[in-house]
């Protein structure tokens, strides 16, 4: 029985999610863009993900930040980093789960979020300005880009999403978890981190695989 949890364990460990523009295995990429950079050692994205993870409008999944007008750059930042995270990060194993999609088979499910990137997101995007909680679905897509459904109205992000709670846990469908632990509790995956001290996801895959 050892050998075999501890199978399980591994299995859950460096790996790559089914998804749409995610390698089938992780490995070091040399010319990872911009914010994706931290994982360039060891990723799950390719250096062509990373560029079109900066774009306004990119490829990856036609999808419009501003739709309820220029979101603010200091917000952004965090979008940006959430897509290097989603699509880099070979760390979120323990997260993965089966999903019946047009577009991905695997997604994940309650990421325990470090507190302060949860808190800094909400503090830097309060004033940006959005029609729906759930971003996941319910556009309006007749044009091929997001657009705020008939019957929405654009209101400021500490409208639509009271505290960081609100915004970390539903903005995704419950793909974060809110968490109160800290960024050196191990406990809790880190979207932002200094590559030249490591990984830290790394060490929190393992303790919750």
Not at 149 to 174: E, H, M, N
Request: aromatic fraction near 12%; include cysteine; glycine fraction near 4%.
């Amino acid at each position: 029985v050892p050998a075999t949890a501890a199978t399980v364990r591994d299995s859950l460990l460096n790996v790559c999610m089914d998804a749409k523009h995610h390698k089938t295995a992780p490995g070091p990429e040399g010319q990872l863009y911009g914010q994706c950079t931290p994982w360039k050692d060891n990723a799950c994205c390719t250096a062509n993900t990373s560029v079109q993870a900066h774009q306004d409008q990119s490829y990856l999944y036609n999808f419009n930040w501003d739709h309820c007008g220029i979101m603010p750059e200091k917000c952004k930042r965090h979008f940006i980093q959430d897509t290097c995270l989603y699509e880099c990060s070979p760390n979120l194993g323990p997260w993965i789960k089966p999903v019946d999609s047009s577009w991905r088979k695997e997604r994940i499910l309650h990421v325990p979020l470090c507190l302060e990137d949860c808190e800094q997101w909400w503090e830097d995007c309060q004033n940006a300005v959005t029609c729906k909680v759930n971003w996941h679905k319910g556009w309006n897509w007749t044009t091929g880009i997001n657009q705020c459904p008939r019957g929405t109205s654009c209101q400021k992000f500490r409208y639509v999403f009271p505290t960081p709670a609100d915004l970390c846990q539903k903005i995704w469908s419950y793909s974060y978890r809110y968490t109160t632990y800290r960024r050196s509790s191990g406990r809790c995956i880190q979207m932002w981190f200094n590559p030249s001290q490591g990984n830290p996801n790394v060490a929190v895959a393992r303790y919750y695989a």
